[in-house]
């Protein structure tokens, strides 16, 4: 990203991001002992309006995960839902955006005993299409297995673990896959790198629990939501066999950055009949109308930034 004159929220004042820098040694970029979190913010241009989705349920999660590494920002999730309202009124934003908190250990000396050190960052830039998945992913299962919980848990957002996910896109680009699927110690499918999935058998719709080593995401929550108030469909949280991925009728990674995204392939296989499936391109569609404001019993999950 290359504005640098973008304003972002360091070290509690708005300060342009070529001003927001740290120290070489700190601690969360030698050792990786930051929680981080990733919203979506969509303009709407005929309500001129750009609504933030679930914008306090991410930071009650990401104030929940910094518990873990005891580096909770001190302000509530209504004070930073308004806080990154303001980041977008300030930078007067058109456009779709991410917005990306980071909170992480400061201090900036040698040594991994953390001293308490912490201060944390909001930034928020425009931002499209994360991965064109109009068409359907092509998926591979890694050779890396997902972090697990008694090591560094996934569910935790924690910066460190990324370099899972980092190892398994980074296979899954050199075998010409879009994205990687990691099954857990247990030999179960957890997630995608940077995505949780979803599987269509027998009419029901399947993901794993969050005790097989999942992020549990907010959009495989709206996501489950969705699928049984709109469409009525049996949602059964249970483990999956790498196997069940070659057999299923359909499949699809969700998340704030790839919102729904159909598998069309998985290990050099057609997943179903090799389209985007029924079940898919229904939750996909309602996704995105709820998501824009275009569906009255989900305005709850929106904060508008301009008229709030
Ligand atoms: N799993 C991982 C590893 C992720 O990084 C993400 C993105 N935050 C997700 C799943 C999806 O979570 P969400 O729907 O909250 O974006």
């Known amino acids: 990203f290359d504005n640098q004159d973008v304003l972002i929220y360091f070290n509690n004042q708005f300060v342009p991001l070529r001003d927001a820098n740290v120290n070489i040694l700190t601690h ?3 050792y990786g002992t930051g929680v981080f979190e990733g919203i979506r913010g969509y303009w709407v241009p005929e309500e001129e309006e750009l609504f933030l989705v679930r914008c306090e349920d991410h930071y009650h999660r990401w104030k929940a995960n910094c518990r873990i590494l005891e580096i909770d920002p001190p302000k ?15 930078n007067n934003f058109k456009t779709d955006i991410y917005v990306r908190p980071l909170s992480y250990m ?17 930034a928020a830039i425009p931002f499209g299409v994360y991965i064109d998945s109009s068409k359907g992913l092509h998926a591979g299962v890694a050779s890396w297995r997902r972090v697990e919980d008694q090591a560094l848990p996934a569910r935790g957002k924690i910066c460190g673990a990324y370099v899972n996910s980092v190892l398994a896109t980074t296979e899954a680009h050199y075998h ?13 499918v957890a997630e995608g790198s940077t995505c949780n999935i979803f599987m269509v058998r027998h009419g029901k719709l399947i993901t794993p629990p969050p005790s097989d080593n999942i992020l549990e995401g907010l959009v495989r929550d709206s996501v489950i939501t969705l699928a049984r108030r709109e469409m009525h469909l049996d949602v059964i949280e ?22 729904v995204a159909p598998i069309t392939m998985v290990d050099h ?40």
């Open 238 to 259: 249970r483990s999956i066999d790498r196997s069940e991925l070659y057999i299923a009728d359909e499949l699809f990674f969700t998340g704030t950055a790839v919102e």
């Open 76 to 90: 509530s999730a209504e004070e930073l839902t308004e806080i990154t309202a303001e980041l977008v009124r300030r």
């Open 176 to 188: 010409g896959y879009d994205e990687a699927i990691l099954l857990n110690q247990n030999g179960h």
């Open 106 to 122: 400061s201090s900036a000396r040698v040594g991994v005993r953390p001293d308490g050190q912490h201060s944390f960052a909001i």
């Open 269 to 308: 296989r057609t997943v179903g009949c090799g389209n985007i499936g029924f079940v898919t391109g229904h939750i996909r569609e309602l996704y995105t109308q709820a998501t824009r404001g275009r569906i009255a019993d989900y305005h709850a999950w929106l904060h508008p930034a301009y008229q709030a």
């Open 28 to 30: 969360g970029l030698n």
